[in-house]
């Protein structure tokens, strides 16, 4: 059994953000371990070094590859245990090297292979620690032998202070656990990266802060909090004093005695204290330090944080995320609220504000909560009185919370909606899976209930001309990915609603533009795109959602009557938060939500083409009951009144004739007038 030593420290990046230079480690051994790598990934993987094993720039996030042994107890076991030698990897500096810290970066997140506790031993040029060497030239003359716990984290530096300066051409790093038994996995040694930054400061202390640190406050007790303080110099840093002012600077204080030191590359120990008595609210103070940077002698960070109101305070305790209404019924909703005051909190009344405020109505609320407990607004939202879609209603609660007499909830949710049947699609593109599941629909590719999440069954995606390299799908010569959108008929458009692809990886369509085409037109994927943008010059772009969850609704300026839709994809997520993909492009689902807004009271032009008798047809925005009359100019400056007029339609669009077309013309203008 491998013995278990305790972490000395284990420290973050660096507080204030700042670049940090790596020494450069020449090679790497290991005499002891099974390092058979079926996946190929060579021991020099550990010591890529900056600009290739980790980014040059903070916080050095790893960008390279990692390295791994072999499984000689097969899967599930445990390495550390199955391995007959100690786990040892020596690292040589080429050089004597002085040393301050080991930065190192894991495995992987998503199993237990990544070196979890591990010892450090060191060697001088002239003692030697090459591989041939065995590792009895360590610890000789350098007794320091430090102990660390690395996380399972595979992205971000992990720095280990190594408590005092050591000059060293050799160091041996011993594993003694992975994450076997923690983290799926275990039965092989998994590490990232290993460097040694090196002081920013040579010959001073260089004090690293945050400008503000907010503070985890407790009402009924002191409490003490860590003021993180690191030196990233080669001499000690000394902190002579801390004076706390601003607001609350009272209630803080200094526990310790100064001066204090702290080492290079360790933070602390350095804590304050904070006392509650006869606080409430919002907590705010500076704390200015004074040190021995000779850049920084005096430094100021911001203390912030919150108790409970000294008197009554109304807190909602999950703001409603989704409230489902069912269609046609009445739904009692109950939204739970708690006093996190210090006395009790009397409820005078529940009011509701918004566009649909009339649907809601009351059922019954508390009338007063102790301190600390907690109650329930029961409310009720009748559907009947409700269009679909999304919701426009806050609650507002009355009381006598001495900060906010009137609490304002928004209740978030919705009805259903409907969605035009889409009866064909298609796609210019190679697909990997079938363009058939970009209109699974309602019920089948998203649910049927508000909001209409993805149900994450379906997804198309295009293929990687590339060859799947990793680079942009846009980094080819081959056209852009088209969608042809066949509705059956003509019908109404407002709006347009996608689903993303994937929360993996970044192959998502990002930025699209659409186009339209009439039934008259046609628009068939098979009859090229010459149909579109002809009668209807309407061409909106938008920016889909990432997630393969939420539905991205984005609505149209104007409404469109039209057959068949075109959707161009323009760029995909690529290169989106660090997260791998972009050869392909793929989305989760697309679908166009019924028309069911009031008419736009401001006129505008749908669509125009001729007729089957040669008359120019103009379909345009119209209101009820008023008479439209018709203009035509062929420069844009003389207008000719037609001898048309028209009254306008129950329905959202009216169509007006110009039975004498101007057909010689090149250039013909129109515009609909209501006199």
Do not use: C
Not at 63 to 84: H, M, R, V
Not at 153 to 159: G, V
């Amino acid at each position: 059994m491998k013995k278990h030593l305790s972490t000395l420290l284990f420290a973050g990046t660096t507080l204030a953000g700042q670049s940090l230079t790596f020494n450069t480690v020449t090679d790497i051994a290991t005499p002891n371990m099974i390092e058979g790598n079926p996946g190929g990934n060579p021991l020099l993987n550990i010591i890529e070094g900056v600009g290739v094993g980790f980014n040059s720039n903070e916080p050095h996030a790893r960008l390279g590859g990692t390295w791994y042994t072999d499984a000689p107890g097969g899967f599930p076991s445990d390495y550390i245990e199955s391995n007959p030698g100690d786990e040892i990897i020596i690292l040589d500096l080429g050089t004597d090297t002085t040393l301050y810290e080991l930065s190192y970066w894991g495995y992987a997140d998503t199993n237990g292979n990544g070196m979890r506790d591990f010892e450090v031993r060191f060697a001088t040029d002239a003692e030697g620690g090459a591989a041939g060497l065995g590792d009895e030239s360590f610890g000789t003359s350098i007794t320091h032998n430090p102990s660390f716990t690395a996380l399972n984290d595979q992205s971000p530096r992990q720095s280990f202070p190594l408590g005092q300066a050591i000059t060293a051409r050799y160091v041996e790093i011993k594993a003694l656990t992975n994450y076997f038994n923690i983290v799926r996995g275990g039965d092989r040694l998994g590490i990232g990266e290993i460097s040694f930054a090196q002081p920013p400061a040579i010959g001073s202390p260089d004090v690293q802060a945050p400008t503000e640190l907010a503070l985890t406050l407790d009402a009924t007790s002191t409490t003490s909090h860590d003021l993180p303080l690191l030196n990233l110099g080669d001499q000690d840093l000394v902190i002579s004093s801390i004076v706390f002012s601003g607001t609350n600077g009272g209630a803080f204080s200094v526990p310790g005695t100064l001066p204090a030191s702290i080492i290079p590359f360790h933070s602390g120990p350095l804590q304050i204290q904070f006392d509650s008595t006869g606080l409430g609210g919002v907590i705010e103070a500076t704390a200015t330090v004074t040190t021995n940077d000779p850049d920084q002698g005096t430094l100021e960070i911001l203390l912030t944080g919150s108790l409970p109101a000294l008197g009554p305070d109304l807190v909602v305790i999950d703001d409603p995320a989704n409230l489902l209404i069912a269609p046609d019924v009445a739904s009692d909703f109950g939204i739970p609220i708690r006093n996190g005051g210090g006395t009790p909190l009397n409820i005078s009344g529940v009011t509701f504000s918004g566009a649909d405020a009339g649907a809601a109505s009351l059922v019954a609320q508390p009338g007063t909560l102790a301190s600390g407990a907690n109650g329930v607004i029961d409310i009720r939202i009748n559907a009947s009185q409700l269009g679909a879609g999304a919701i426009d209603i806050t609650m507002i609660v009355a009381s006598d919370d001495v900060d906010e007499a009137n609490t304002g909830v928004v209740l978030n949710g919705g009805l259903p909606e409907n969605f035009h049947p889409i009866t064909a699609v298609a796609t210019n593109t190679v697909n990997f899976y079938e363009d058939f599941n970009l209109i699974a629909g309602i019920g089948a590719g998203f649910e049927s209930t508000w909001p209409h999440n993805s149900i994450g069954t379906s997804t198309w995606v295009t293929d990687a001309p590339n060859g799947g390299a990793g680079n942009s799908y846009y980094d080819n010569d081959q056209p852009l990915p088209v969608l042809y959108f066949d509705l059956g008929a003509n019908v109404t458009l407002g709006e347009i609603s996608t689903w993303g692809y994937s929360a993996g990886n970044t192959n998502g369509g990002k930025d699209y533009t659409l186009r339209f085409a009439t039934d008259a037109e046609g628009g068939d994927a098979t009859l090229g795109d010459e149909n579109y943008g002809n009668t209807i010059l309407f061409s909106p772009s938008f920016e889909a959602g990432f997630s393969p969850l939420a539905r991205d609704t984005e609505v149209f300026e104007q409404l469109v009557s039209a057959r068949y839709v075109e959707m161009t994809i323009t760029t995909n997520w690529i290169n989106f938060e660090g997260i791998p993909g972009g050869d392909r492009v793929g989305l989760g689902e697309v679908a166009f939500p019924l028309f069911t807004g009031g008419v736009n009271p401001a006129l505008g032009i749908v669509s125009s083409n001729f007729d089957e008798n040669g008359d120019f047809a103009i379909t345009f925005y119209s209101n009820t009951g008023v008479e439209y009359q018709l203009d035509r100019s062929i420069n844009g400056l003389d207008w000719e009144r037609l001898p048309v007029s028209i009254n306008g339609s129950a329905d959202d669009t009216t169509t007006i004739i110009d039975t004498a077309p101007l057909a010689d013309e090149k250039i013909v203008l129109y515009r609909v007038v209501q006199p």
